[in-house]
């Protein structure tokens, strides 16, 4: 990932960053009422069509950390989620938000340090991050969490996110763990999920990337 995956759309007081390396075109911004984002207009992002506040409310619904927005006045400068999640997308991968520090982010690219879509099939062709090869792939799990973990005295702060070499996603720090049904699952301050696969208590890494012999580069 580099610089040469952004394409900035600047306006008179906004300037809109997107990165099509993390984009997975999920279309929140596509599908905003309202003139920002335009399908089949060039460019298809004109800031200056929208206000400053709809702007930014329509650049933070992107769940991957690809969009983000810079202002003139250097005002609305996105602040972390006052609670950290990992929502588990049904067939698909972990969309986390908070306070993000993913181990090796580079500082290109901003969205990253509060959303982002993590792969767990195992075979993103970007990893850590999805690229939609779970469709291809055909992995298939509906977004269940069985566990309940702990409970804990904060929802925020920062959540450190490291990726194991051919091995789980780490996460440290206050978590809440979102089913795919929307039902808040777990809560705790560690966890380890699954990005192979084949875990057999998906999201929750279970040692199976071992079995599998699953290599993560």
């Known amino acids: 990932m580099s610089g040469k995956d952004i394409v900035e759309y600047s306006g008179a007081e906004a300037t809109v960053s997107w990165n099509g390396k993390l984009c997975i075109h999920i279309g929140e911004c596509g599908r905003a009422q309202g003139d920002l984002f335009i399908g089949g207009r060039k460019p298809w992002c004109q800031p200056d069509q929208a206000s400053n506040e709809n702007v930014r409310e329509v650049v933070l619904r ?125 809560h705790g301050k560690q966890a380890a999920f699954c990005r192979c696969g084949a875990s057999k208590n998906k999201p929750f890494c279970d040692g199976e990337h071992k079995k599998i012999d699953f290599r993560s580069e």
């Open 62 to 186: 992107c769940p991957t950390g690809a969009l983000s927005v810079e202002f003139a006045d250097g005002s609305g400068a996105e602040q972390a989620a006052t609670r950290n999640t990992v929502q588990v997308a049904y067939n698909g991968p972990l969309f986390v938000q908070g306070d993000l520090d993913i181990d090796g982010v580079p500082e290109d690219v901003p969205g990253l340090k509060f959303r982002a879509a993590l792969c767990r099939c195992g075979k993103s062709k970007n990893k850590p991050y999805c690229d939609n090869s779970h469709e291809d792939a055909g992995f298939k799990d509906y977004g269940a969490v069985g566990e309940t973990g702990n409970e804990i005295d904060d929802t925020g702060g920062p959540l450190q996110i490291k990726m194991v070499k051919d091995g789980p996603i780490l996460a440290r720090g206050n978590v809440t763990v979102v089913a795919a049904s929307g039902r808040e699952a777990w």
